[in-house]
């Protein structure tokens, strides 16, 4: 692999011993020229849309709040993202724009703290761009998509800052937000029309960067769209766009990506847009328009209630296979058409679903009657078969660890697995880790939970004080472990290969040694890590 001075200071860091050391009409053409400005507090830029005026933070510059697509009021909430008409003078980019409206509670929960925060506005299509220089240097370009249920989130939160990307990799750094719960992701099927406005609000953000990026140092062919749970399944599902028959980005990189969700059909949809309209009292779209959107998110704990079922992670909003913008389970575009071409960095966390669980009362409680029925949905009759293999392979289990594990294989772990597995089958790249450092926090309840290789792949602890399952964790160990998370990731998006010394060598996934990156105090390449329960899984796999 090249050395790049750039990239120095964090590979220099990097021990192997952790511690020791989610359709539009904007168009793709056009792209904005370079056209910088850059004083010691100002960056300027020039786009078609307008000028912009950053400002100058940590030696970087700084756009926030920039629009990429028509605010979607009125007439167009629950309508695909539509160009932004631009504005006149120099607008500032100075301040975060609202965080698309969500649910909160002060204070937060007491796994991750609070997930975005107020201000809240349904005009929310903005992104934010961190850059070491707003010139010609046409460095390569992350845009990082964030998770949340589908319900929360958003690229204006301090813990997604691109600072430390731009900073220690010499990248352009982009975080965008998007719309949420049902406003992004209610259904109406009217007159043929899609749904998934959460994904063309964020095919709207992608070409903007492709039109745009350019001016900010960026390199619009050289964009690696990167994300977490949600944020990640969005990335599957982006991979299907190709204008012109070539991907929109180069390389994905998916953290605990729920590709084990169902995604509803259409009449699915309806039936829980139906239950929606129900709850907030409209009969149809064109009266829930006129709801204010305080009332639509409130509606969503109601909306919890009413599709949840037991032994299964709560997602009451979801994408939909519309065949419009979304035609196929998003793990088959990165499979076949322009996804194929994509290079793809996958991984989970080795206790997911202890996030949504573990700290449950309910759960804690739940018997090994209610835990085998769960289990048959995902074994059938082999169901007791399963339920000892899972208790066996974690010694003094309780019912609630073997559905917990359960839910993160049926839900995570596997079908990233099987996702591996078939690229490598087909001979496209792909490389793959597990995150096994648990956190003590909790009296260790969590373990590796959902979420917790978050701050390791941004190296940011400072932006996650308020964050509750970070507590105890020893500094030597997460400081030396997040060093070598954030360079890999920074080696991916600059060259499509995480590796870089001084770690061990991380070979691409195949079928013959299957090499995962175990990401713990001490950091190893492993062969068919997940082998004995893909078998499990799947009785007749090799």
Same mark, same amino acid.
């Given at each position: ?55 100058? &933070? ?33 607008? !500032? ?19 991750? #703290?609070?997930?975005?925060? =107020?201000?809240?506005? &349904? ?23 964030? #998770? ?9 939160? =301090? ?35 899609? +749904? ?14 492709? $039109? ?74 064109? !009266?829930?328009?006129?709801?204010? @959107? ?7 704990? &109601? ?6 079922? @037991? ?11 519309? !065949? ?7 793990? !088959? ?46 074994? +059938?009759?082999?169901?007791?078969? $399963? ?52 956190? =003590? ?16 792949? %941004? ?32 080696? %991916? ?50």
């Amino acid at each position: 692999m090249t050395d790049d001075p750039s990239r120095r200071k964090v590979l220099k860091n990097s021990g192997v011993l952790a511690g020791a050391a989610l359709l539009t009409g904007v168009t793709t053409e056009g792209a904005a020229q370079a056209s910088p400005r850059t004083g010691a507090s100002s960056p300027v830029v020039e786009l078609p849309a307008g000028r912009l005026r950053g400002s100058t &933070e940590a030696g970087l510059a700084v756009f926030k709040g920039v629009p990429y697509a028509a605010p979607p009021v009125g007439a167009l909430r629950w309508r695909p993202a539509q160009p932004h008409p631009g504005w006149q003078g120099t607008r !500032e980019a100075t301040a975060f724009g609202p965080s698309a409206p969500q649910p909160y509670r002060e204070g937060g929960d007491q796994v991750l #703290g609070t997930h975005g925060s =107020p201000p809240f506005d &349904e005009d929310c299509l903005t992104l934010n761009v961190w850059t070491p220089g707003a010139d010609d240097a046409k460095r390569p370009v992350m845009v990082w998509i964030h #998770g949340g249920g589908f319900i929360s989130g958003s690229g204006s939160m =301090p813990q997604y800052s691109g600072e430390t990307f731009a900073r220690d990799g010499d990248l352009v750094a982009v975080t965008i937000n998007y719309r949420l719960g049902p406003l992004g992701y209610l259904y109406f099927g009217e007159d043929g029309a899609g +749904g998934n406005f959460w994904l063309t609000d964020q095919l709207a953000a992608l070409q903007w960067v492709r $039109a745009n990026i350019a001016a900010f140092g960026g390199d619009p062919d050289n964009i690696t769209v990167a994300g977490q749970s949600g944020g990640a399944l969005s990335v599957a599902a982006l991979a299907g766009a190709r204008p012109k028959g070539r991907p929109l980005f180069r390389r994905a990189i998916l953290q605990s990506p729920p590709l084990g969700l169902t995604i509803p059909t259409r009449a699915e949809s309806l039936q829980r847009t139906a239950t929606f309209l129900e709850i907030v009292g409209a009969k149809n779209v064109a !009266e829930l328009r006129a709801v204010p @959107w305080q009332r639509l998110i409130a509606a969503t704990f &109601e909306m919890f209630g009413r599709t949840g079922r @037991w032994g299964y992670w709560s997602t009451p909003f979801l994408p939909v296979l519309d !065949e419009v913008t979304l035609d196929r389970d998003p793990a !088959e575009l990165l499979l076949s058409g322009a996804g194929a071409d994509i290079d793809v960095l996958i991984g989970w966390t080795r206790e997911e679903a202890n996030f949504a669980f573990a700290l449950s009362e309910p759960y804690v409680a739940a018997t090994k009657d209610q835990v085998l029925a769960r289990a048959r949905d995902t074994f +059938g009759n082999r169901a007791a078969q $399963a339920y000892t293999a899972y208790e066996e392979a974690r010694p003094g289990a309780r019912p609630v660890d073997v559905l917990m594990d359960l839910i993160g294989d049926d839900l995570f772990r596997m079908p990233a697995v099987d996702l591996a597995e078939r690229r490598a089958a087909r001979g496209r790249p792909v490389w793959a880790y597990q995150f096994d450092l648990p956190t =003590p926090a909790h009296s260790g309840r969590l373990a590796a939970a959902h979420c917790l290789e978050l701050p390791f792949v %941004f190296d940011n602890f400072d932006k996650w004080s308020q964050a509750p399952f970070l507590a105890g964790l020893d500094p030597r160990v997460r400081d030396g472990l997040a060093a070598t998370m954030h360079a890999s990731w920074i080696s %991916f998006i600059r060259t499509g290969n995480p590796n870089h010394d001084p770690m061990p060598r991380w070979d691409r996934y195949d079928r013959d040694s299957r090499t995962t990156m175990s990401l713990d105090s001490v950091t190893t390449a492993v062969g068919d890590l997940a082998g004995y329960w893909r078998r499990l899984h799947q009785p007749t796999a090799p």
